[in-house]
Nanobody, 116 residues
Framework: QVQLVESGGGLVQAGGSLRLSCAASLRTFSGYVMGWFRQTPGKEREFVAGISRDDRTSYSESVKGRFTISRDNARNTVYLQMNSLKPEDTAVYYC??????????WGQGTQVTVSS
């Protein structure tokens, strides 16, 4: 059962922009905290951004000011707008959903590659 599906990844030059989307098939999408994580080979998966049911947002320090997370509850979709991309942003980006204390559902990931 595929519940979260990421899209929008690709190849972009440093300084460019990319917008990721996550389509969710959750029973009550608006009740979940949604988040974006990323992972590169040999590194732990790291938190990138999160957004609550009331649109409160949080970001890792490495992306703060450059990335923006948003959600469209009518479309059951979460977005990650990535601006001023750097080669260090290269990773597989994952969408995740949290009901209360933990992220219970995860997408398959979408590759983002930033060239220098």
């Amino acid at each position: 059962q595929v519940q979260l599906v990421e899209s929008g990844g690709g190849l972009v030059q440093a300084g460019g922009s990319l917008r990721l989307s996550c389509a969710a098939s959750l029973r009550t999408f608006s009740g979940y905290v949604m988040g974006w994580f990323r992972q590169t080979p040999g590194k732990e998966r790291e938190f990138v951004a999160g957004i609550s049911r009331d649109d409160r947002t949080s970001y890792s320090e490495s992306v703060k000011g450059r990335f923006t997370i948003s959600r469209d509850n009518a479309r059951n979709t979460v977005y990650l707008q990535m601006n001023s991309l750097k080669p260090e942003d290269t990773a597989v980006y994952y969408c995740a959903a949290k009901w209360w204390s933990s992220y219970d559902y995860w997408g398959q990931g979408t590759q983002v590659t930033v060239s220098s």
